[in-house]
């Protein structure tokens, strides 16, 4: 049935097990609860078919086109969609588990809820599809463009981001723990609220991200650039920023506990009431940081760039600051008192003058 034209015709829940399709045209055809399983599709016409229901499990559609197609609900488990054009499919709640995805062409198909796991994404083009609750934990996704992606919800527990394209994505309470994100570019994205613990975000472009509540433990930014990123509230005990770019960020009341932010970059950064007890900060740019009643207990602060840095209200007890630059500091933190300093006398009050008698 090779190059057959099937165009607009009815083969619901057909038998087509293992039929060889290549090159069909099956453009607008019904194959809902249809059985194509082991099918071969290769660059097979399917634009605006209906397959809801349908068994594609080890199917063959590489280089189909699926345009417009809706898979809702079809069995799509080591599917293999290599160079398939599924632009605007609708794959809502389908699964794929382990599919073939590699460079595909998904841009703004609905992929709600679906099951992406351990799928290959590599190089795919994602640009502005819903894969809201979707499940891509274990997923490969290197250098995929998600550009514009709603990802809210998602989870990418161990999925492999590297060099990926997530411009003003929105991955806002998405699962993102032990997630490999290398060298992403994560500008202006919505993370709020995302669990990033253990990932690695070494020299990812985060310029502009919302991060605010977002949990970062332990993971790794080292020589990221957050520029401008909103953090406030943000969970970094632990986490790894050293050489990272923050300047301009918006760290307020932030859990900073043990952060390395050795070399890093926070000039203009706001620390207003984080928690930076422990913290390394050897060799920082703080220059005109808002350090306002942060916690800096016990911080190594060696070698840093305080220039011009607020630190009213701010705890410095037991704060390690040799060789740090202080110029133009406001407040200049006190002094500890020396043991041997004499305390000076209080001046005391004139005597008052007794009144003339009258």
């Given at each position: 049935?090779?190059?057959?034209?099937?165009?607009?015709?009815?083969?619901?829940?057909?038998?087509?097990?293992?039929?060889?399709?290549?090159?069909?045209?099956?453009?607008?055809?019904?194959?809902?609860?249809?059985?194509?399983?082991?099918?071969?599709?290769?660059?097979?016409?399917?634009?605006?078919?209906?397959?809801?229901?349908?068994?594609?499990?080890?199917?063959?559609?590489t280089s189909a086109d699926s345009r417009g197609a809706?898979?809702?609900?079809?069995?799509?488990?080591?599917?293999?969609?290599?160079?398939?054009?599924?632009?605007?499919?609708?794959?809502?709640?389908?699964?794929?588990?382990?599919?073939?995805?590699?460079?595909?062409?998904?841009?703004?198909?609905?992929?709600?809820?679906?099951?992406?796991?351990?799928?290959?994404?590599?190089?795919?083009?994602?640009?502005?599809?819903?894969?809201?609750?979707?499940?891509?934990?274990?997923?490969?996704?290197?250098?995929?463009?998600?550009?514009?992606?709603?990802?809210?919800?998602?989870?990418?527990?161990?999925?492999?981001?590297?060099?990926?394209?997530?411009?003003?994505?929105?991955?806002?309470?998405?699962?993102?723990?032990?997630?490999?994100?290398?060298?992403?570019?994560?500008?202006?994205?919505?993370?709020?609220?995302?669990?990033?613990?253990?990932?690695?975000?070494?020299?990812?472009?985060?310029?502009?991200?919302?991060?605010?509540?977002?949990?970062?433990?332990?993971?790794?930014?080292?020589?990221?650039?957050?520029?401008?990123?909103?953090?406030?509230?943000?969970?970094?005990?632990?986490?790894?920023?050293?050489?990272?770019?923050?300047?301009?960020?918006?760290?307020?009341?932030?859990?900073?506990?043990?952060?390395?932010?050795?070399?890093?970059?926070?000039?203009?950064?706001?620390?207003?009431?984080?928690?930076?007890?422990?913290?390394?900060?050897?060799?920082?740019?703080?220059?005109?940081?808002?350090?306002?009643?942060?916690?800096?207990?016990?911080?190594?602060?060696?070698?840093?760039?305080?220039?011009?840095?607020?630190?009213?209200?701010?705890?410095?007890?037991?704060?390690?600051?040799?060789?740090?630059?202080?110029?133009?500091?406001?407040?200049?933190?006190?002094?500890?008192?020396?043991?041997?300093?004499?305390?000076?006398?209080?001046?005391?009050?004139?005597?008052?003058?007794?009144?003339?008698?009258?």
């Amino acid at each position: 049935m090779q190059n057959a034209n099937l165009q607009n015709a009815n083969l619901q829940s057909t038998n087509l097990k293992n039929a060889d399709l290549e090159g069909a045209n099956l453009q607008g055809a019904h194959m809902s609860g249809a059985n194509l399983a082991g099918a071969h599709l290769r660059g097979a016409n399917l634009r605006g078919a209906t397959l809801m229901g349908a068994d594609l499990r080890g199917t063959d559609l590489t280089s189909a086109d699926s345009r417009g197609a809706n898979f809702r609900g079809a069995k799509l488990q080591s599917v293999n969609f290599r160079s398939a054009n599924l632009y605007g499919a609708h794959l809502r709640g389908g699964n794929l588990a382990g599919a073939h995805l590699y460079d595909v062409n998904l841009q703004h198909a609905d992929l709600a809820g679906a099951n992406l796991s351990g799928a290959s994404l590599q190089t795919g083009k994602l640009q502005s599809a819903n894969l809201q609750t979707a499940d891509l934990h274990g997923a490969k996704l290197q250098g995929a463009n998600l550009q514009g992606a709603n990802m809210q919800g998602a989870h990418l527990q161990g999925a492999n981001l590297q060099s990926a394209t997530i411009y003003g994505a929105t991955l806002y309470s998405a699962d993102m723990t032990r997630a490999d994100v290398r060298g992403a570019n994560l500008q202006n994205a919505d993370l709020g609220l995302v669990n990033l613990q253990g990932a690695n975000l070494q020299k990812a472009n985060l310029y502009g991200a919302g991060l605010n509540g977002a949990s970062l433990q332990h993971a790794i930014f080292q020589d990221a650039n957050l520029q401008n990123a909103r953090m406030q509230g943000a969970k970094l005990q632990g986490a790894n920023f050293s050489g990272a770019t923050l300047y301009g960020t918006d760290l307020t009341g932030a859990n900073m506990y043990q952060t390395n932010l050795q070399g890093a970059n926070l000039q203009t950064a706001i620390l207003q009431t984080a928690n930076l007890q422990g913290a390394n900060l050897a060799n920082a740019n703080l220059q005109n940081a808002n350090l306002r009643g942060a916690s800096l207990l016990n911080a190594i602060l060696q070698h840093a760039d305080l220039q011009g840095a607020d630190l009213q209200g701010a705890n410095l007890q037991g704060a390690k600051m040799q060789s740090a630059n202080l110029y133009n500091l406001s407040p200049m933190p006190a002094p500890a008192p020396s043991p041997h300093t004499v305390p000076t006398p209080a001046p005391s009050s004139p005597p008052a003058h007794p009144r003339p008698p009258r």
